[in-house]
Structure formats: structure tokens, C-alpha cells
């Protein structure tokens, strides 16, 4: 991270600046209406500078001066180091040579006749220095009269002096939207700048956005994809209820227009940003900037909420230049200035509106432990996707796997994440980030989770905030000591309390681990050895085994193909696959093995549902033969039904086993049972470090308690049963023939042809360039809203419609791009020792 400094100089001693008292006015928030470019009227600096790295201030005749050498040393002390260079500025304003002077606040009558690129290079180079921002996003100064032709015309004939530098549109509602797309369409802007001052009320400070935002904007930034720079009003910004259901409405209904929340959706106060921004979390066509802000909160609020790919940095030119800062104050904000305040104390003196806006964007990078690479995502990389500066990066994640294979096994640690089960060539196959139900890979690209959702564990969503919030809380105040974790004993109790049958509770990390707990459990509790299994249970030798009596015991049991080498022989004809719904196969089993079947294990449901009466023929068969009955809930768990799907289905076994969801994704799992099952468990060694650790603990107990309150289960079968529909009805439109299988809350379909896996692939192939990460197999989440299934349903239609001209033409293969997927496990080394 750079320059973790953040107060002291290199001498250990705070640094305090008492030199200039500039005139100007005083300012509240709330009806002071007085906060950033179009409306703040201090008097303020005027903008001198020589032709040197840094400007020698200069004073006009009133004593103004425009940078001070202490705002020149403070950067250099403090942020230098911290703002990358070729910074994109994502917020200053421009002043064409017919702006009327009388028409700016006060402060801003005194500079120069036309404000654009050089101007502003040599302004704010004055104390940024080589850290002065290479390139930005420009757009005019709001003007009461709303003319906005002459400055929507020098913006425009300023981006021509830079192929880095992009423009706005600042329009008003009386504009003719058909002179505006011509403008957009002639000089290339970016998007369109709106401003509360032309709505149709007198006071326009309290204006609904409807007001000032007509339609005709989102539709024509829907159709061209382009942003829409939205200063938010009325007293609590973006914690004002009408301003969210306006933005999120909006955002929903079109989504190919990028909505831009200035100056962090105008959180002035800090407390609206903690109100508010946490409601927005899920809409990935919202954006900010952090223009104007001199507090960390908000920043930090956005980067918790949508992460540094969502965040801008801005310095809201000519403002930057001004003296003072905005502070919160109560629940509305205040504007500190050289006049409204007492600078005659020795704690400090006032500093340029940039210096404060840097300071305490730095502020936020370190509360949230940002790395370089999330600074500079901030400072130029969210900006340079958003309005395409220079040459996006493509194939990052194929080329570090690439790298990977050559020194990891396979390539991966989990099977069902090699990029050739999925894409060949093509898949992302590393993520930077993930949130809600998007994926953001290497390249910077924002995927629509449509698949797995992290192999079915993440049921809440990546990154849920109560969940992670808990998660961090514990990690800070540590995770791992020689004592024993208080969260253990609280989640058994929980565990207990949700299962009456369940009387004692054993913990491990992982689902794969966690069975096989289970099952030593089992072959303790009995003194048996041989298993009865249905279904993929994990990785671990007693499961695998099946395949030492023939390489395809297990392949309809989810991963064909497993190859046991490495287990040891003498595990042969310890493992008995049987089928689901195939009472009769699971009681010749109990037949052929008389008194030896110390466990049955299965899911209770996964892609089938289980026939009247078959459960409870299952529950029977083991008592009569003194086996225990242990089913494996790590995938369907907790989201067939709150505790697990035996629960909805009416049969307790004497063990159930949890992970993935119990967790949203952190790593923990779970063994209960009843007290005679569990006393396996005290008379057998099973012990481990890392099952004493308190992150996972706390992360199922925030986990079960937000899959409680929110009823997640009811949400992931509503969005369970829109996917069946939705693959229904384009299916029919484009005349492919497919079946629908498994349950709502984990759905699938299958395309009905003679050979499936090009046609997988291919329609993984088109989702992917249509930003959807999918798979005929879907696990939903509770953070899949309507506007991701209207998403996902446009881009299955144009999917589909290319699937279908594949078919009739014959040439699927040729449509991918790349080679077919190869699912199932293959041995991959080049050769073995024998």
C-alpha cells in the first residue's frame, strides 16, 4: 500500500500550517444549499502558477493566494507516494470563454477567461506536481440559466487535445433529445451531466431526481451505454427513500445505461453514506466518484459495499482549488472555510479542498486495507473501463493458469473449477473479486454468476455483508489461539436447537473432511468396516475406494472417471455404490453383507426427488440392520429447507453433515448426531488444529441467523422457478428441444441432442461474451434479484437464438471459439511411476 503516513512528519512531530487567512463565507448543510461546484460561494483562491514542478504562490492585489507552500509540502509528505501516477480525474468541470463570470459563486470569478485541459494541468499541477492527473472526464460549470451550448462545444474541442480525455453532455430537461444524441454521436462523449438547479420546482435543492433527470436521458444512455452523472439533492442524499427507490428502479429497468453517483452519492454526512449505500449493493451499473469528500466514511461505505471496480477518483476542478473542507455535521454537513472559523488556534489552518479530498480517500484505502493495485483500480482503472481509455487487458486468467499448471498439480485445487470442465482457452479461471452474485475477473470484467456460485456454497452470495462483517470482526480481534473458541459451543447449541433428533455436534473445515468424520464415526460407533454410499461424498480414501473394483463404480455418482491410484488396495470391497430410488439395489447390498454395513451414506435429495416412501425404506433397512444412516447435506443443505432438506422431507438419519452454505463460503463444517451415533466420535481419535479456529464458527452463526431472518430458502426456490421458466419459454421460442431436471433450488436443464458437450459448450461460450458466467446447472442464490433474471433471460434469448442457427447449420464446434469441454476427472500427468 502506499504511504501508510497519516499525521506525524519524519520528525515524530505533528505538522501545523498558520499562514493565510483568505476571506470568504460561512455554510452549513441541509438549506445552506452551499456544497460543490454549482453552487459553493466562499470566496477563494485565485489559480497562479510558474513553470516549475510545483508553483511558487503568487498574491493578487486583495492578499488572495491561489496554492501556499504548505499545501505543496503536505502533499508531498503525505499523499505523494499514494497517488499513482497517470491518475484519470473522473469529476472537473470546464469554463468556456462565454461563461459569465457573474453566473459563478464569488470564488470562482477569477479564473482565467477560459478554463480547459491546460488550465487545469497547470492549476492543479500547482501542488499535485508529477502526480498531476494524466487524462479525465470533463464536462461544463452548471450555469442557473441552463444555455449549456457554448460549454457542451469547448468541452467537446478540448477532448480533441488529448485521446485520453472524455466529456459529458450537460443537458436539462427542455432539451431536445434528438439534438442531444447528435451531439453525443458527433464529438463522442462519454454521458450526459444533469443538475438539480433546472428541475421544475423553484427550490431545486429538494428536488425529486425525476425532476431534473427526464427519461429520455436513461433511454438514450441505455441504448448507447452510456453514463449518466447524477448529483443527488434533498437534505439525506442517498439515505432519503425516494432518491433509493428512484436510483434502484431506475438502475433495474435500464441496465445498460451507467449511472455515476457523484461525490459519493453526495454523502457530505458520513451517515447517510452508512444509511444508504449498503441498499444499492447488487446494482453493477452504479458508480462513484469521490469528488468534494473529505471524510473517509463514504469512501470506505463504497468500497465494503461494491468494492474499489465501483469507485472513482474525482477532484471536482475548480473546487479542489478552494480553501477549506466539508465536514458532517449532526445529519446534515458543513463547509469549513478560511472566514467561518477560528484560525488563530496552533492545531492546524486550512488547505485546498484537494489536499482534504486526496487525505481522506487515503484514509479509506487504509481502513479497508486496500492493496496498490485496488488504489490504482480507484485512481485510473474503474474510469478507463467505464468510459474505454487505452486498450482493455483480455486472457489474464488463461495465461496465469497456464503458469499454474506448471507448478500445481492439475492446475487447481478443486476439480470442478478447471477451466476445462468449463470453457477450454477461454474461461476467466481467477477472480479478483466477488460480490453478491458477480464475479469480477483478472481482466477487470463483471460477471454474472449463473453457475455455481461458488460450488454451491456461497447460497447468500459472495461476500454477504452480515456474514463478512462478523467474519472480520473475529479475525481482527483473533482467530486463533491456544484457548478454544466461546463460537463453537453457541453454534452446537444453534445446530441442536434447529435438529430436536440431534443431540451432540462434532466440527471440521471442509465438506469432504467432514464426511469422512462422519463415516469414521460410523465404522467406530458399529466396529464395521464396508459403507453403502449414493452420490459424490469428497475426495478421501474410504470414498474413492469404490473404484478399486472397477474404474466406474462411481460414475453416475456426480464425477465419472475417478481414478483410484493412491488408495490403498486392501480398501477393495469396502465401498458398495447403490443407485437413488433403487430400494431394492441398497437392500441386496445389506443382503450380500450380513451384519458388515456400518453406514449408509447419501443426499437425501439432489437432482431427483425421492420416490413416496423411499427415505423412510432407507431409514428402515439401516435400523433393522444396525447401520447408521448418515446423510451428506454439504451441497443440498440449508437450501431445500432451513437445517437441511431430511427436515422438509420428514426422515432424520442418525448423522447429518453440513459445510458450504452453513458458511456462506468460509471454511467450517459440521457433524451432528444422536447420542448413541455420536459416542463413535469419543472412542475414536479424530482431532485436528485447524478445526479450533473462530472464523468459521462465527461465519455458519451469522450465516444461519441471516438465512433465518431473510427466509432464504423461499427467495432461492422463487428464483429457482423463474430460471425453469425462463429456460421453458426460450426454448419453445427457438425451437430446441431440452428437459428440465432437479429441484428449485438447485435447477438444471439439458439440451435433448445426440452429442451435449459441444452444445455446453457453446452455450457457455455465447453467456460468457454476453457477461454471464454459466452452465446448464444452476445454483441460486439469495442475492439474485429481479434484475439479474431479466439479465440472464436477455442474454439466454440471444444464447439460445445462436445455439439453434448452430444446429440447423451444423456448425456448433466452429461457433465456439476454442475446444470442447471436458468434464470428469483425467488423469493429467504424462507419466506415473509404477
Given at each position: 500500500?502506499?504511504?501508510p503516513r497519516?499525521?506525524?512528519?519524519s520528525?515524530?512531530?505533528?505538522?501545523?500550517?498558520r499562514?493565510?487567512?483568505?476571506?470568504?463565507a460561512?455554510?452549513t448543510?441541509?438549506?445552506?444549499?452551499?456544497?460543490?461546484a454549482?453552487?459553493?460561494?466562499?470566496?477563494?483562491?485565485?489559480?497562479m502558477?510558474?513553470?516549475?514542478?510545483?508553483?511558487t504562490?503568487?498574491a493578487?492585489?486583495?492578499?488572495?493566494?491561489?496554492?501556499?507552500?504548505?499545501?505543496?509540502?503536505?502533499?508531498e509528505?503525505f499523499?505523494?507516494?499514494?497517488?499513482?501516477?497517470?491518475s484519470?480525474?473522473a469529476h472537473?468541470?470546464?469554463?468556456?470563454?462565454?461563461?459569465?463570470?457573474?453566473?459563478?459563486?464569488?470564488?470562482?470569478?477569477?479564473?482565467?477567461?477560459?478554463?480547459?485541459w491546460?488550465?487545469?494541468?497547470?492549476?492543479?499541477?500547482?501542488w499535485m506536481g508529477?502526480r498531476?492527473?494524466?487524462?479525465?472526464?470533463?464536462?461544463?460549470?452548471?450555469?442557473?440559466?441552463?444555455?449549456?451550448?457554448?460549454g457542451?462545444?469547448?468541452?467537446?474541442?478540448?477532448?480533441?487535445?488529448?485521446?485520453?480525455?472524455?466529456?459529458?453532455?450537460f443537458?436539462?430537461?427542455?432539451?431536445d433529445?434528438?439534438q442531444?444524441?447528435?451531439?453525443?454521436?458527433?464529438?463522442?462523449?462519454?454521458?450526459?451531466?444533469?443538475?438539480?438547479w433546472?428541475?421544475?420546482?423553484?427550490?431545486?435543492?429538494?428536488?425529486?431526481?425525476?425532476?431534473?433527470?427526464?427519461?429520455?436521458?436513461?433511454?438514450?444512455?441505455d441504448?448507447?451505454?452510456?453514463?449518466?452523472?447524477?448529483?443527488i439533492?434533498?437534505?439525506r442524499?442517498?439515505?432519503?427513500?425516494?432518491?433509493?427507490r428512484?436510483?434502484?428502479?431506475?438502475?433495474?429497468?435500464?441496465?445498460s445505461?451507467?449511472?455515476?453517483?457523484?461525490?459519493?452519492?453526495?454523502?457530505f454526512?458520513?451517515?447517510?453514506?452508512?444509511?444508504?449505500?449498503?441498499?444499492l449493493?447488487?446494482?453493477?451499473?452504479?458508480?462513484?466518484d469521490?469528488?468534494a469528500?473529505?471524510?473517509?466514511?463514504?469512501?470506505?461505505?463504497?468500497?465494503?459495499?461494491?468494492?474499489?471496480?465501483?469507485?472513482?477518483?474525482?477532484?471536482?476542478?475548480?473546487?479542489?482549488?478552494?480553501?477549506?473542507?466539508?465536514?458532517?455535521?449532526?445529519?446534515?454537513?458543513?463547509?469549513v472555510?478560511e472566514?467561518?472559523?477560528?484560525?488563530?488556534a496552533?492545531?492546524?489552518?486550512?488547505?485546498?479542498?484537494?489536499?482534504?479530498?486526496?487525505?481522506?480517500?487515503?484514509?479509506?484505502?487504509?481502513?479497508?486495507h486496500?492493496?496498490?493495485?485496488?488504489?490504482?483500480?480507484?485512481?485510473?482503472?474503474?474510469?478507463h473501463?467505464?468510459y474505454?481509455?487505452?486498450?482493455?487487458?483480455?486472457?489474464?486468467?488463461q495465461a496465469l493458469?497456464?503458469?499454474?499448471?506448471?507448478?500445481?498439480?492439475?492446475?487447481?485445487?478443486?476439480?470442478?473449477?478447471l477451466p476445462?470442465?468449463?470453457?477450454?482457452?477461454?474461461?476467466?479461471a481467477?477472480?479478483?473479486?466477488?460480490r453478491?452474485?458477480?464475479t469480477?475477473?483478472?481482466?477487470?470484467r463483471h460477471?454474472?454468476?449463473f453457475?455455481?456460485?461458488?460450488i454451491?456454497?456461497?447460497?447468500?452470495?459472495?461476500?454477504?455483508?452480515?456474514?463478512?462483517a462478523?467474519?472480520?470482526?473475529?479475525?481482527q480481534?483473533?482467530?486463533?489461539?491456544?484457548?478454544?473458541?466461546?463460537e463453537?459451543?453457541?453454534?452446537?447449541?444453534v445446530?441442536?436447537?434447529?435438529?430436536?433428533w440431534?443431540?451432540?455436534?462434532?466440527f471440521?473445515?471442509?465438506?469432504?473432511?467432514?464426511?469422512?468424520?462422519?463415516?469414521r464415526?460410523?465404522?467406530?460407533?458399529?466396529?464395521?468396516?464396508k459403507v453403502?454410499?449414493?452420490?459424490?461424498?469428497?475426495?478421501h480414501?474410504?470414498?474413492?475406494?469404490?473404484?478399486?473394483?472397477?474404474?466406474?463404480?462411481l460414475?453416475d455418482h456426480?464425477?465419472?472417471?475417478?481414478v483410484?491410484?493412491?488408495?490403498?488396495?486392501?480398501l477393495?470391497?469396502?465401498?458398495?455404490?447403490f443407485?437413488?430410488?433403487?430400494?431394492?439395489?441398497?437392500?441386496?447390498?445389506?443382503?450380500?453383507?450380513p451384519?458388515?454395513?456400518a453406514?449408509?451414506?447419501?443426499?437425501?435429495?439432489?437432482?431427483?426427488?425421492?420416490?413416496p416412501g423411499y427415505?423412510?425404506?432407507?431409514?428402515?433397512?439401516?435400523?433393522?440392520?444396525?447401520a447408521?444412516?448418515?446423510?451428506?447435506?454439504v451441497?443440498?443443505?440449508?437450501r431445500?429447507?432451513?437445517?437441511g432438506s431430511?427436515?422438509?422431507?420428514?426422515?432424520?438419519?442418525?448423522?447429518?453433515?453440513f459445510?458450504?452454505s452453513?458458511?456462506n463460503?468460509?471454511?467450517?463444517?459440521?457433524?451432528?448426531?444422536t447420542?448413541?451415533?455420536?459416542r463413535g466420535?469419543?472412542?475414536s481419535?479424530?482431532?485436528?488444529?485447524?478445526?479450533?479456529?473462530?472464523?468459521?464458527?462465527v461465519?455458519?452463526?451469522?450465516?444461519?441467523?441471516?438465512?433465518?431472518?431473510?427466509?432464504?430458502?423461499?427467495?432461492?426456490?422463487q428464483?429457482?422457478?423463474?430460471?425453469?421458466?425462463?429456460?421453458?419459454?426460450?426454448?419453445e421460442?427457438?425451437?430446441?428441444?431440452?428437459?428440465?431436471?432437479?429441484?428449485?433450488?438447485?435447477p438444471?436443464?439439458?439440451?435433448?441432442?445426440?452429442?451435449?458437450?459441444?452444445?455446453?459448450?457453446?452455450?457457455?461460450?455465447?453467456?460468457?461474451?454476453?457477461?454471464?458466467?454459466?452452465k446448464?446447472?444452476?445454483?441460486?442464490?439469495?442475492?439474485h434479484?429481479?434484475?439479474h433474471?431479466?439479465?440472464?433471460?436477455s442474454?439466454?434469448d440471444?444464447?439460445?437464438?445462436?445455439?439453434?442457427?448452430?444446429?440447423?447449420?451444423g456448425?456448433?464446434?466452429k461457433?465456439i471459439?476454442?475446444?470442447?469441454?471436458?468434464?470428469?476427472f483425467?488423469?493429467?500427468?504424462t507419466?506415473?511411476?509404477?
Amino acid at each position: 500500500m502506499r504511504v501508510p503516513r497519516n499525521g506525524p512528519n519524519s520528525d515524530g512531530k505533528t505538522v501545523t500550517i498558520r499562514q493565510h487567512q483568505l476571506a470568504g463565507a460561512t455554510g452549513t448543510g441541509h438549506n445552506s444549499q452551499l456544497h460543490t461546484a454549482g453552487d459553493y460561494q466562499t470566496k477563494g483562491p485565485r489559480f497562479m502558477s510558474d513553470s516549475s514542478t510545483h508553483s511558487t504562490p503568487m498574491a493578487d492585489q486583495d492578499g488572495q493566494f491561489a496554492v501556499t507552500p504548505q499545501d505543496v509540502e503536505l502533499f508531498e509528505k503525505f499523499l505523494r507516494s499514494f497517488v499513482p501516477e497517470n491518475s484519470f480525474d473522473a469529476h472537473a468541470h470546464w469554463l468556456d470563454p462565454d461563461h459569465s463570470r457573474s453566473e459563478l459563486p464569488e470564488s470562482l470569478r477569477k479564473l482565467p477567461a477560459q478554463s480547459g485541459w491546460s488550465v487545469y494541468r497547470e492549476q492543479v499541477g500547482s501542488w499535485m506536481g508529477d502526480r498531476t492527473p494524466a487524462a479525465g472526464l470533463f464536462f461544463a460549470f452548471p450555469k442557473q440559466n441552463g444555455d449549456y451550448r457554448a460549454g457542451n462545444q469547448f468541452v467537446a474541442e478540448q477532448m480533441r487535445l488529448n485521446d485520453d480525455l472524455r466529456g459529458l453532455v450537460f443537458v436539462t430537461p427542455d432539451d431536445d433529445p434528438d439534438q442531444i444524441e447528435q451531439l453525443i454521436e458527433t464529438h463522442g462523449f462519454s454521458g450526459i451531466k444533469v443538475y438539480s438547479w433546472h428541475a421544475t420546482r423553484p427550490d431545486g435543492y429538494q428536488a425529486e431526481i425525476g425532476e431534473f433527470l427526464p427519461e429520455w436521458v436513461w433511454e438514450i444512455a441505455d441504448k448507447r451505454n452510456l453514463a449518466i452523472m447524477l448529483h443527488i439533492v434533498k437534505d439525506r442524499a442517498i439515505a432519503d427513500p425516494e432518491n433509493l427507490r428512484y436510483i434502484t428502479e431506475h438502475c433495474a429497468r435500464y441496465r445498460s445505461a451507467n449511472l455515476v453517483l457523484a461525490h459519493c452519492a453526495r454523502c457530505f454526512n458520513s451517515g447517510h453514506a452508512l444509511e444508504g449505500i449498503a441498499a444499492l449493493r447488487g446494482f453493477d451499473n452504479i458508480f462513484f466518484d469521490n469528488s468534494a469528500i473529505c471524510e473517509p466514511g463514504p469512501s470506505e461505505e463504497i468500497i465494503k459495499a461494491f468494492g474499489p471496480t465501483r469507485l472513482m477518483f474525482g477532484l471536482d476542478f475548480p473546487i479542489c482549488q478552494m480553501r477549506g473542507r466539508s465536514s458532517s455535521v449532526g445529519d446534515g454537513f458543513h463547509w469549513v472555510n478560511e472566514k467561518n472559523t477560528d484560525w488563530s488556534a496552533d492545531f492546524g489552518d486550512h488547505h485546498i479542498f484537494g489536499f482534504e479530498n486526496i487525505y481522506a480517500l487515503q484514509q479509506a484505502c487504509r481502513h479497508t486495507h486496500l492493496t496498490d493495485d485496488d488504489v490504482e483500480q480507484i485512481f485510473f482503472g474503474t474510469a478507463h473501463q467505464l468510459y474505454q481509455v487505452g486498450t482493455p487487458t483480455t486472457g489474464t486468467g488463461q495465461a496465469l493458469y497456464r503458469e499454474a499448471k506448471k507448478i500445481i498439480p492439475v492446475g487447481t485445487q478443486l476439480l470442478s473449477k478447471l477451466p476445462e470442465w468449463w470453457l477450454p482457452e477461454q474461461w476467466p479461471a481467477y477472480y479478483r473479486e466477488g460480490r453478491g452474485c458477480i464475479t469480477i475477473d483478472m481482466d477487470g470484467r463483471h460477471l454474472l454468476d449463473f453457475s455455481s456460485m461458488g460450488i454451491g456454497a456461497c447460497m447468500l452470495g459472495f461476500a454477504d455483508p452480515d456474514v463478512t462483517a462478523a467474519v472480520v470482526r473475529r479475525i481482527q480481534f483473533g482467530s486463533m489461539t491456544t484457548m478454544m473458541v466461546p463460537e463453537e459451543v453457541e453454534l452446537a447449541r444453534v445446530l441442536i436447537d434447529i435438529h430436536p433428533w440431534a443431540e451432540k455436534v462434532r466440527f471440521a473445515r471442509t465438506g469432504g473432511g467432514s464426511m469422512s468424520v462422519a463415516v469414521r464415526i460410523a465404522r467406530s460407533v458399529t466396529g464395521r468396516e464396508k459403507v453403502a454410499l449414493c452420490g459424490y461424498h469428497g475426495w478421501h480414501d474410504w470414498y474413492v475406494a469404490a473404484n478399486l473394483d472397477g474404474e466406474h463404480q462411481l460414475d453416475d455418482h456426480l464425477l465419472p472417471g475417478l481414478v483410484p491410484r493412491g488408495v490403498p488396495a486392501r480398501l477393495a470391497k469396502s465401498i458398495y455404490p447403490f443407485q437413488y430410488n433403487d430400494i431394492d439395489q441398497l437392500e441386496r447390498i445389506f443382503t450380500e453383507n450380513p451384519g458388515e454395513i456400518a453406514a449408509v451414506t447419501m443426499e437425501a435429495i439432489r437432482h431427483v426427488t425421492p420416490e413416496p416412501g423411499y427415505l423412510q425404506a432407507v431409514r428402515d433397512l439401516c435400523t433393522r440392520h444396525g447401520a447408521q444412516l448418515i446423510f451428506d447435506e454439504v451441497s443440498i443443505g440449508w437450501r431445500y429447507a432451513f437445517g437441511g432438506s431430511h427436515l422438509r422431507l420428514g426422515v432424520n438419519p442418525d448423522i447429518a453433515v453440513f459445510a458450504k452454505s452453513i458458511s456462506n463460503g468460509h471454511p467450517m463444517g459440521a457433524i451432528i448426531g444422536t447420542e448413541q451415533a455420536m459416542r463413535g466420535a469419543d472412542a475414536s481419535f479424530i482431532s485436528s488444529a485447524y478445526w479450533t479456529e473462530a472464523a468459521g464458527p462465527v461465519a455458519a452463526l451469522a450465516a444461519i441467523e441471516k438465512m433465518r431472518q431473510v427466509d432464504a430458502v423461499s427467495h432461492v426456490e422463487q428464483v429457482g422457478t423463474r430460471l425453469q421458466q425462463i429456460w421453458k419459454e426460450a426454448a419453445e421460442l427457438h425451437g430446441l428441444s431440452i428437459q428440465l431436471h432437479g429441484v428449485p433450488c438447485h435447477p438444471g436443464f439439458a439440451f435433448q441432442v445426440d452429442d451435449p458437450l459441444p452444445v455446453n459448450t457453446l452455450f457457455t461460450a455465447e453467456m460468457l461474451r454476453r457477461g454471464v458466467m454459466a452452465k446448464p446447472d444452476v445454483f441460486p442464490s439469495y442475492a439474485h434479484k429481479s434484475h439479474h433474471l431479466d439479465a440472464y433471460a436477455s442474454a439466454l434469448d440471444a444464447t439460445f437464438a445462436v445455439i439453434a442457427a448452430g444446429l440447423q447449420n451444423g456448425d456448433i464446434e466452429k461457433r465456439i471459439g476454442g475446444p470442447v469441454c471436458r468434464p470428469g476427472f483425467k488423469r493429467r500427468t504424462t507419466s506415473v511411476a509404477k
